[in-house]
């Protein structure tokens, strides 16, 4: 306010304007008022007029917003779009300058074409000094990752290449893959959503099992199915170096996860594995369960995201004994599937033994009131309180098994995040987490979001908050909350 007094004072005839503006320039650093956020506006900027209104006599509020123009507004002085990408980032002119290049290339987004990459391949934008080079959301085809591939055959330095949303194709793969066999640098690769298909993967795969530095594959969406997954199951095989795999969004089934699990049994490298968003079902979890508790990839799995897979509560058996018996997973994701009440009973009884899983996502499942009971026994169990997070959102919760939640928190001191936004929470249970909430110290962020939670609920949550000051996020959105309720709220 005291810069905007100084730049229009504080009374005569003034006009301010609000622009929401997609494509200014941040200036801060080059600005005399370091506090303030500001931005440079760009020539030929286009904007609509949102709004207009005056609060008070001689001042005048415009509200604007950029659109794309109907015609050109100004012409750039060159012709050739390769021209402005080179001179981003070119620094050629000096070879003095080399050390101050920037080691994060960012081209995300950009509508790149395989002549532009080309022609930053010659002018050594992508430079030696460059360790992350980000290409996602462009337009490569398998030419433009020819190129790519063939720049990487000499360059020592690049450690991350991100090339998701592109068009790649199975050959694209191929070249890359030719690449992995020799290059010593590369340690994260992302390819996901280029439609490289199982021929792509076996590819890939292939050279994963003579490379010895890629450590983090992505292959998100690309059309794999189960024969993609036992081209993979044999890099499990070769026990080189990757860790971490992404896979979600593919078409594998429970003969591709038996595939993936067959090679895990002999993993001990594995410590991340996302098959989220296939249809692995009851009988694909089987066989990963029984892999999770072999004395090899039992022992150094630490994240697996199992989310939009078909899995029901027969599952939830195979899992709880794999959970009883697992010493080292951490995060365990099955949002979106099918698991009710009996399966989650299945997986509270594996968790009593458990002490190592401190994240817990069952968002968008079957859960009623009898399956939050099954899991508060182990939220009290002193011995194995290591739950930190825990994801119940989208299930069929109501007041009464939020009454068990709610004790449960006066007693447990692990959890600090607690999600059950889309229950069927009135005020009722609202008091009820008010009441946790003046002894609770530990929890940190609650979503309560899009229940049917009123005035009154809000009500006795600000008067718990006036007490709490461990809870730094709360998401009430969605909820019948009139503005007496809102006026609690921003009190506490």
Known sequence: MQVMERFVGRSGMRTLFTIECRSGKAIGMHSFYRNENEIVLMPGTYFHVVDKWSPNENLYMIHLREADPPYQLIAPPFTASESCLRNEVDMNSNSEQLENRPRLINFSGRKLTDATIESMVKDK????????????????????????????????????????????????????????????????????????????????????????????????????????????????????????????????TEKGMRYLADGLRVNRILTELNIKQNEIGDEGLRYLAEALKTNRVGETLLHLDLGSNKITDKAGLYLGDALRNNRTLIRLDLNSNQIADKGLRYIADGLRTNTNLTQLDLAYNRITDIGVQHLTDILTATRVQRLTRLGLGGNEITDNGVQHLSEALLINRKLIQLDLESNKISDKGAQRLADALRVNKTLTQLNLGSNKIGSRGAQHIASALRTNKSVTRLDLSGNQIDENGIQHLAEA
């Open 125 to 252: 934008t992508i430079h030696a000094h460059c360790t992350q080079l980000n290409l996602s959301s462009n337009n490569l085809t398998c030419y433009g990752c020819w190129v790519i591939a063939n720049a990487l055959r000499t360059n020592t330095t690049l450690t991350q290449l991100n090339l998701s949303e592109n068009q790649i194709s199975q050959d694209g793969a191929k070249y890359l893959a030719d690449v992995l066999y020799e290059n010593t640098a590369l340690m994260q690769l992302n390819l996901g959503s280029n439609q490289i298909k199982d021929g792509g993967v076996q590819c890939l795969a292939d050279a994963l099992q003579q490379n010895t530095t890629l450590i983090q594959l992505n292959l998100e969406q690309n059309g794999i199915a189960d024969k993609g997954a036992c081209y993979l199951a044999n890099v499990f095989r070769a026990k080189k170096k990757l860790a971490k795999l992404h896979l979600g969004a593919n078409e594998i």
